[in-house]
C-alpha cells in the first residue's frame, strides 16, 4: 500500500516565520504534488514535481517555494509566513502518466498567528 | 486556467435517499477521477473515467461521463451514514500531471 506522510499534523507559526512542510512517499512515485484546501474552495494546487529537482507552478504558488532533492521527498517552503496561509496543506504523489491516481497524505493544519 | 464546476455544494438526505452529485468542465476532458474526503481524513481515490459515455459502477455508486466529456456525475443509491464525506472530481488540465479538483459536494446523512 502507498504510504504518504507527513511530517506534522498541526503546526502554529508567528507572521514572518519560516516554514517547512515535510512530505515522504515510499513507493517510489516520480510526481509529487502540494495542495491546499480551504471551506467551499475545495483543494488547490501550489506546486507539482514529476521528477529530482525538477518543479512546476500550480495555479496559486505566490508565496511559496518546493524542493525536490531526492526522489521521495517534496519539501513546500513558505518563505515568510503571512496569516492568509492559515490553510490544511495537502501533499500527494503519483506515477508518471495522465491516469495515475492520486495518493494523499493526512494532512498538516497550519496555523499562522 | 481549467474551470471545473461541482455542484451542489452541499447536500443533507435521510438514509435511504438517493444523492448525485456533478461536475462540469467548459472544454473537454481526456479523463476525470473522483475521491472521497471523509471528516478529519484526507481525500481518497474512488475511481477513474476515460471513455464518452461511460458508465461505472461500485455497489451502491454509479459513475458516469457525458457523451461530449464536459460533464460527469456521481449517485450514491439508498444512501447510509458510512456515505458522509466531501466528493470530488478532478480532471487533468495542461501537463500531464496536473490535475485540477472541483470545489466538491459535502454530504450529510442523518438517520
Known amino acids: 500500500d502507498v504510504k504518504v506522510t507527513q511530517s506534522s499534523r498541526y503546526l502554529v507559526k508567528r507572521t514572518g516565520e519560516k516554514v517547512f512542510l515535510e512530505c515522504v512517499q515510499d513507493?517510489?512515485?516520480?510526481?509529487m504534488f502540494w495542495y491546499r484546501q480551504d471551506p467551499g474552495l475545495g483543494l488547490r494546487l501550489i506546486y507539482f514535481?514529476?521528477?529530482?529537482?525538477?518543479?512546476e507552478k500550480g495555479d496559486i504558488p505566490e508565496g511559496y517555494s518546493v524542493s525536490r532533492e531526492k526522489k521521495e521527498r517534496f519539501s513546500l517552503i513558505l518563505e515568510s509566513a503571512s496569516t492568509n496561509q492559515t490553510s490544511m496543506y495537502l501533499c500527494?504523489?503519483?506515477?508518471?502518466?495522465?491516469?495515475?491516481?492520486?495518493?494523499f497524505g493526512n494532512g498538516t493544519r497550519l496555523t499562522v498567528t | 486556467g481549467q474551470q471545473v464546476m461541482q455542484i451542489p455544494q452541499y447536500q443533507h438526505v435521510q438514509e435511504g435517499e438517493d444523492f448525485t452529485t456533478y461536475c462540469n468542465s467548459s472544454?473537454?476532458?481526456?479523463?476525470i477521477q473522483w475521491y472521497k474526503q471523509r471528516p478529519g481524513g484526507h481525500p481518497v481515490f474512488l475511481i477513474q473515467?476515460?471513455?464518452?459515455?461511460e458508465v461505472k459502477k461500485q455497489k451502491r455508486l454509479t459513475f458516469q461521463f457525458g457523451e461530449a466529456k464536459k460533464n460527469s456525475s456521481l449517485h450514491i443509491t439508498a444512501t447510509q451514514t458510512t456515505d458522509v464525506g466531501t466528493y470530488f472530481c478532478a480532471v487533468n488540465t495542461g501537463t500531464a500531471s496536473k490535475l485540477t479538483f472541483g470545489t466538491g459536494t459535502r454530504l450529510q446523512v442523518t438517520l
Open positions: 472544454t473537454t476532458l481526456s479523463n
Open positions: 513507493m517510489d512515485h516520480e510526481n
Open positions: 473515467l476515460v471513455k464518452s459515455g
Open positions: 500527494a504523489s503519483t506515477l508518471r502518466g495522465r491516469n495515475s491516481p492520486l495518493h
Open positions: 514535481s514529476y521528477d529530482v529537482k525538477m518543479k
